[in-house]
């Protein structure tokens, strides 16, 4: 039985801040664009970072279904050209697990690496913006259908581009008689 039934889920879409290195495998280094002050971030590689207070009030609430870890979290060479002695701020890397329809799923990644998450979550996120515990300025949320999002469907049968013909032994003698007459007829005439 789904444990995530009745519950509401939305794209959360943050503030969109560098990409994502990996010099080496299993590692990943976050490239800031553009240092901002938005307590969750996203990195184009499909990288989300949090800052520690964002990591405190996801902690107090009990937020499940995510691990976090930290980050190398780096500027990028025209940042630190135009801005020549700011510090990297200290965050910690998202990590959503799987969906996994047998238990609840605050938040975890779509089939395209959206970000989804549930009501509870937003709701929490949201508090926490009005208290002034997190700036989320330029995140946004947008609702979603949970069966659009998670493909439970098994995939149907690849059809070929081209179909085999049932070839028959008469078929073909009938056309190549046709085809010699055919022949036949305009070399005699």
């Known amino acids: 039985m789904s444990k995530n039934k009745g519950v509401d889920y939305f794209y959360f879409k943050p ?4 990409s ?4 080496k495998k299993n590692e990943a280094i976050y490239i ?15 990288g989300y970072l949090i800052t520690q207070r ?12 995510v691990k976090v870890d930290h980050a190398d979290v780096k ?5 630190n050209m135009k801005y020549k002695d700011q510090k990297v701020p200290k965050y910690y890397r998202l990590i959503p697990l799987p969906y996994d329809d047998k238990e609840l799923k605050e938040v975890f990644l779509d089939e395209q690496y959206n970000l989804i998450i549930n009501g509870r979550i937003k709701e929490v996120l949201l508090k926490n913006v009005a208290l002034k515990k997190l700036r989320l300025k330029h995140a946004f949320f947008d ?4 069966n659009d999002v998670v493909d439970k469907t098994e995939e149907d049968e690849e059809e070929p581009v ?5 070839k028959s032994w008469k078929r073909q003698i009938i ?4 085809v010699i007459a055919i022949v036949g007829y305009f070399f005699f005439k």
């Open 162 to 166: 081209l179909k085999s013909e049932v």
């Open 32 to 46: 800031i664009d553009i240092l901002t002050r938005e307590d969750i971030i996203y990195f184009d590689d499909f």
């Open 175 to 178: 056309i190549f008689t046709a």
């Open 20 to 23: 994502v290195s990996y010099p």
């Open 54 to 65: 964002t990591l405190e009030v996801l902690q107090e609430n009990n937020l499940k279904g």
């Open 143 to 146: 609702e979603v259908v949970l």
């Open 15 to 18: 503030f969109r801040s560098g």
């Open 75 to 79: 500027f990028s060479i025209q940042h």
